[in-house]
């Protein structure tokens, strides 16, 4: 599936609809210019009032199998607003496949995947539409070469947003200023560490302010002493209050700022809890081995 998707993670459908700088999809619904899902930045279509009823994403029982082969059995994984939640679990465990699942780029064998209490897998629904309310980071940083920092991170708005090259670029200062690399906007990809690249790339994810952040072992990649820099900049999404979902190996960091940590094996969700609980008293026999293989936390 990884070649149906470009570097900021959009569909083939998306892409090949949007050279003239607009989706089809987007330019059908604005005709004064904007986007429904513009208008109030829900391309989820629903109003402040009907938000808060819900949490941000709910997964509910989904099931994805490869080729017969289940990878994903009967999920159940809220994120409240502000909330974030942490998958951890082996390598093969199925959290990638889990967050490629919220972030629509895998189609579900079974269940539902909702966000702010709206249904985004049904099949009817505009993929591509519901997929600008998530931003999406992988660990291999997926910036395009040939762009600067800027380019990179103005893409996103102006492709499917239709913005102006101006306004785009504005935003795409703001973001990478957000993301502490203001006097990196006009250098190439190869002349950033590794750090600076994803920082990068979580600029782009947020480009559309997304409701929800999928982080995807962002930092494994990393040399260790610029897995810092990464972890310091999702600190501090989290305390602005981002609604973030992330799977992550780095145990002392969730234990920090995970509200909620899930552990996964064999494809299914074994322990969830507080990150305290799990990470320090885990319940489940397969939780206890697994933290066990991390220094510094006492699981036995
Ligand atoms: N595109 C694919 N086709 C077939 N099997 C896949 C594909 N992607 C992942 N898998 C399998 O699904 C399982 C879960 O993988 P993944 O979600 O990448 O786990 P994790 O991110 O926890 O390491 C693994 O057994 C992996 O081999
Ligand atoms: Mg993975």
Same mark, same amino acid.
């Given at each position: 599936m990884n070649g149906a998707q470009d570097p900021a993670g959009r569909s083939e459908a998306t892409r090949e609809n949007a050279p003239a700088g607009r989706s089809e999809a987007t330019r059908e619904n604005a005709p004064a210019g904007r986007s429904e899902a513009t208008r109030d930045n829900d391309p989820a279509g629903r109003s402040e009032a009907t938000r808060d009823k819900y949490p941000v994403l709910s997964v509910r029982g989904l099931t994805k199998a490869y080729h017969d082969r289940p990878v994903l059995t009967g999920i159940d994984l809220d994120g409240a607003e502000h909330q974030v939640v942490v998958l951890i679990g082996a390598s093969g465990s199925g959290k990638s496949t889990l967050l490629r699942c919220i972030d629509l780029l895998e189609d579900i064998d079974d269940g539902q995947i909702l966000l702010d209490g709206r !249904? /985004? $897998? !049904? =099949?009817? /629904? !505009?993929a591509d539409k519901a997929r600008q309310a998530m931003g999406m980071v992988f660990q $291999? *940083?997926? &910036? *395009? =070469?040939?762009? $600067?920092a800027l380019a990179n991170v103005a893409l996103a708005p102006r492709v499917v947003h239709g913005s102006t090259r101006r306004e785009a670029q504005d935003r795409g200062r703001e973001l990478l200023a957000r993301v502490g690399l203001a006097a990196h906007a006009d250098a190439y990809p190869d002349k950033l560490s590794g750090g600076q690249q994803q920082r990068v790339a979580i600029a782009r994810a947020l480009a559309y302010d997304p409701r929800l952040l999928l982080l995807d072992? /962002?930092? $494994?990649? &990393?040399d260790p002493e610029l897995v810092g820099e990464v972890l310091a900049l999702v600190r501090e999404l989290a305390t602005a209050g981002r609604t973030i979902v992330m799977a992550t190996h780095e145990m002392a960091f969730a234990r920090e700022v995970a509200d909620r940590v899930c552990f996964l094996d064999g494809g299914m969700i074994v322990e969830s809890g507080s990150a305290e609980r799990v990470l320090t008293d885990p319940q489940q026999i397969r939780t206890r081995q697994f933290l066990q293989r991390f220094t510094g936390l006492d699981a036995s």
């Open positions: !249904d /985004i $897998s !049904d =099949p009817r /629904i !505009d $291999s *940083f997926n &910036l *395009f =070469p040939h762009m $600067s072992e /962002i930092t $494994s990649a &990393l």
